[in-house]
């Protein structure tokens, strides 16, 4: 069994067994059993979603400690674009970037920047007509781990170029190898990071081996301890650091990879219910005229991840002030660019993305589909409502759950009623009228 790194946990304590979690989760990840809730690590793609939705704060993203610094002899802030929004009245990325030099780091490289290369070599890529029709984005880690546990068919139309946070990585710890003569190891690349999905694509990457992030601290944690540094930084003449235009910026929110494509024949969607809903009719191939297509698990894009102190939609109004008066973009590739040996490493896959079959019902095929037959008459036998009272997300689910040896069909509250005599009052096949102004069973 493969192990699982997940950045999305659950306190026991804290979880009163309600079912918010259970009906968002995309995966159906999780179950509610003996009034507690419980996450099934290889189902789970630290979407944060049960976090988003769960009212006792019993779901929690664990993240790197801001202590992290201390590790290593020289740190590296990898901003992420929507760190940006989360601020009020910000006019100059600057005064952030150099709050953070003031904060402890030694070097800054905004994640915006790696984007905008990562929009350059899409361009030259989607030129080359070599991808399949229409591209899926990687930059949105949830997504990914969604289409290889759910979405299988469509694997071979995902874009096998690192998500910018993995290319800054790559790119900054080299430069900063070259400038201080450190070895790669005492070189501490740390994200910045608005949701726990980019937390576990730095301990279990997809499309390499191994990341090269070597932390990561939560917008969350940081954002407070900025806000006196900011104002000092304010006060005096601050150094020019910011190497982003509006195309990097831009990705901080829902639509801004695409627009960096300079190709309007793109589908952009948010939330991951769209999401999967794009992903439904993709694989019906309900549509295939498009060119791109843009995924981001939380609504609104990265300004909307659970670890982000903002309101997702004022933050992406202040994403479009910040970057009013920037230029389109500061970095570009030419083919030549791409062919250097290096600059392929950063940016290209070294690992396939592969399907995980997480969601099948027996190990050995003719097992699995005798049970899914079984499971088809359950659920045809259950009532059809997915409220969810059995601690499953669905009568499905249940059905699966039963079949695999993990529930009872009698956890369906109606089936259980029914078997110890009573039927729900919308169940039961006499009606109710009323004589002589009382309530009678005819």
């Known amino acids: 069994m493969q192990e699982f790194f997940h950045s999305v946990t659950l306190d026991r304590d804290k979880c009163r067994g309600c079912i918010n979690c259970i009906k968002r989760c995309p995966t159906e990840a999780i179950r509610v059993r003996n009034k507690k809730a419980y996450i099934i690590a290889e189902r789970c793609i630290d979407c944060g979603e049960c976090i988003r939705v ?10 790197d400690s801001l202590d992290i610094l201390n590790k290593y002899k020289y740190t ?3 901003p992420a674009p929507s760190f940006m929004a989360q601020f009020n009245n910000l006019e100059d990325i600057d005064i952030v970037l150099n709050a953070l030099i003031d904060f402890g780091f030694n070097e800054i490289f905004e994640v915006a920047k790696a984007a905008e290369i990562v929009s350059a070599a899409t361009r030259k890529l989607m030129e080359s007509r070599k991808l399949p029709r229409p591209v899926i984005s990687s930059a949105c880690p949830a997504v990914t781990r969604l289409i290889r546990v759910r979405f299988p068919g469509l694997i071979d139309q995902v874009l096998p ?20 003569g450190l070895p790669l190891s005492e070189i501490g690349a740390i994200f910045i990071s608005p949701c726990p999905a980019k937390v576990t694509a730095t301990k ?17 944690d940081i954002y407070p301890k900025l ?14 650091l910011s190497e982003t235009g509006k195309i990097g910026l831009s990705w901080g929110s829902s639509g801004g990879e695409s627009s960096g494509l300079i190709n309007d024949n793109y589908l952009a969607a948010d939330g991951i219910e769209n999401v999967i809903r794009v992903l439904e009719d993709l694989e019906d191939e309900k549509f295939r005229d498009v060119d791109f297509i843009e995924l981001n698990a939380c609504s609104g894009g990265c300004v909307g991840g659970v670890l982000n102190v903002e309101n997702p939609y004022v933050a992406k109004t202040k994403l479009y002030r910040i970057r009013k008066h920037l230029p389109v973009s500061l970095n570009h590739l030419e083919d030549a660019d791409l062919a250097d040996p290096k600059l392929k490493n950063d940016l290209s896959w070294d690992t396939p993305l592969e399907f995980v079959p997480v969601m099948k019902l027996d190990e050995d095929v003719f097992e699995a589909m005798k049970k899914m ?32 040896g993990l529930a009872s069909i009698d956890d369906c509250v109606f089936r259980f009623k029914e078997k110890n005599g009573y039927v ?19």
Request: aromatic residues 2%; glycine residues 6%.
């Open 373 to 404: 037959e079984q499971a088809e008459e359950i659920c045809q036998s259950l009532e059809g409502l997915d409220c969810g009272s059995c601690g499953a997300p669905s009568c499905r689910a249940l059905a699966e759950d039963v079949v695999r």
């Open 204 to 220: 279990m990457p997809l499309g390499t081996e191994k990341s090269w992030v070597d932390g990561v601290v939560a917008v969350s």
């Open 227 to 240: 806000l006196g540094l900011m104002k000092d930084a304010a006060s005096h003449e601050i150094a020019m």
């Open 76 to 78: 590296i802030a990898l």
């Open 161 to 180: 170029l690192h998500a910018p946070i993995e290319v800054a990585a790559r790119m900054a710890k080299r430069a900063a190898a070259a400038k201080t």
């Open 54 to 63: 769960c009212p006792h704060h019993a779901k929690r993203a664990t993240c």
């Open 424 to 442: 729900p009052a919308p169940f039961r096949s006499e009606q109710v009228g009323v004589k002589d102004g009382k309530e009678e069973t005819v």
